[in-house]
Structure formats: C-alpha cells, structure tokens
C-alpha cells in the first residue's frame, strides 16, 4: 500500500488549459518534495515544502502544502506541451527520517 | 556538473540469470541510494549508503539482492537470479548529505531491466 495517494492517476488537456494534481496521506510529513519524471529519465525534484499552509510558485507551476501536513497540490496555469511528464510526490516522515515514500505519481499529457 | 551516470541504460534476461548495474554519482555527494520504480508505481528506496557504510536496507530483497560501494563513490546493485516480478526501472540517486535537513537526491537516467 502506498503511504501516498495521487490522484488522478492520468490527465490529458490541450495546451492552454489548467490542471491540478494531489498528493494525500493520512500521515503527517515533516517536508513534501514534487518531483517531475520524464520518459526514460530520472525523477527531477521541482520543490519542497516544509511549512504547513506552504505555498510556493515557480513560474506557471503552483505547490501548496496542506495545513496538517498531510497533503499537498500542484497546479499548472496555462499548460504547454514541455509540462507532460510524470508527477511524482515524496513524503518525508520525521525531521531525522532521511527515508523518501513516494506516491504512485500523476501522467499528465499536455496537447498541443 | 557531470550528473548520476547509470550503465546499462537498457538490460534484457531471463529468469534465474543474473544482472548487475553500475552507478556513478555526483562528485562529492557521500549518500548513495538504489530505488525499484515498477511500471504505474514511485520509486522504492532499496538500499541507502552513506559513504561505504550502509545506512538503511531494510527493504532489499537480501536473498537474491546485493549492493556495495566499496570506495565510497561508485556503486554496483546485483540481482541473483532474477525473477519475472524484478522487471522495473532501477534508479540510482545521491545526495550532498544524508539523514536530515532536506537535501536534494539527483537522479540517474535509471536501468530499464525486463526479466522474460
């Protein structure tokens, strides 16, 4: 069982439009890291968030932690094709816990 | 700045053979981690290295994984024999420092590894 659920499992929209994804738990997370991986490539981490309540923006990408620090969301504005890629979210457990538990993970594909 | 390098990239067996993969991180990066990505899943940390000492492999497969990192850089996984549910992507990462704090894991390009 995974310590992460992500939801959806898969999301195709035309470029343009926006797009949402999250990560839940019914744990409690000291930090919370989104990665994206891309086809035949290694996951590329995006951002962590560490504060309850966090939110970060990087450019069109959107990353708010939850208050409890259980979940978390990532929203993209204005999709382009260059944002396809497999969402992933990491969760760690602890402020010593150097363990990452990394949820199943959105496929999102952008339409041009 | 050279990344993870990762070698095979690609490796086809047959059940009951063996396979190893190679792992070179980034310079100066001390802790060393070996995931399993199944198909549809995230990656599953293995083994963890800090330097050549192991710090975490609570979650490998000891009857037919292994792991080492001899000189505390580069590090070999080696999986004896195989069976068809090994089949997965198998991802190297490594990370400046270790245990707390929240440093960054850089990635590999992963060893896509098909076990028929």
């Known amino acids: 069982t995974q310590l992460l659920e992500q939801s959806p499992q898969f999301l195709s929209i035309q470029e343009g439009e926006n797009l949402t994804v999250y990560c839940n738990s019914s744990?409690?997370?000291?930090?919370l890291q989104w990665y994206r991986q891309e086809p035949g490539e290694g996951p590329v981490l995006l951002v962590t968030?560490?504060?309850?309540?966090e939110v970060k923006k990087l450019k069109r990408l959107t990353f708010q932690f939850g208050d409890a620090r259980k979940d978390s969301s990532l929203h993209i504005t204005a999709a382009q094709p260059g944002d396809t890629g497999l969402y992933l979210c990491?969760?760690?457990?602890?402020?010593?816990?150097?363990?990452?538990?990394f949820g199943a993970g959105t496929t999102v594909t952008v339409r041009a | 700045e050279a990344g993870v390098a990762q070698s095979p990239r690609y490796k086809i067996i047959e059940k009951r053979q063996s396979v190893a993969f190679w792992c070179n991180p980034i310079?100066?990066?001390?802790?060393l981690y070996w995931y399993q990505q199944i198909l549809g899943q995230g990656p599953k940390l293995l083994i963890q290295f800090q330097n050549n000492g192991v710090v975490d492999d609570s979650q490998l497969p000891k009857d037919r994984f292994s792991a080492e990192r001899l000189k505390g850089v580069d590090s070999t996984l080696k999986i004896q024999p195989a069976k068809l549910e090994d089949s997965a992507v198998y991802l190297c990462a490594s990370s400046f420092r270790g245990a707390g704090g929240h440093n960054e894991q850089f990635f590999g390009p992963g060893t896509r590894l098909t076990v028929l």
């Open positions: 990491a969760g760690k457990i602890g402020s010593n816990d150097y363990k990452l538990s």
């Open positions: 310079s100066g990066h001390a802790t």
């Open positions: 744990s409690v997370f000291s930090s």
């Open positions: 968030v560490v504060t309850g309540g």
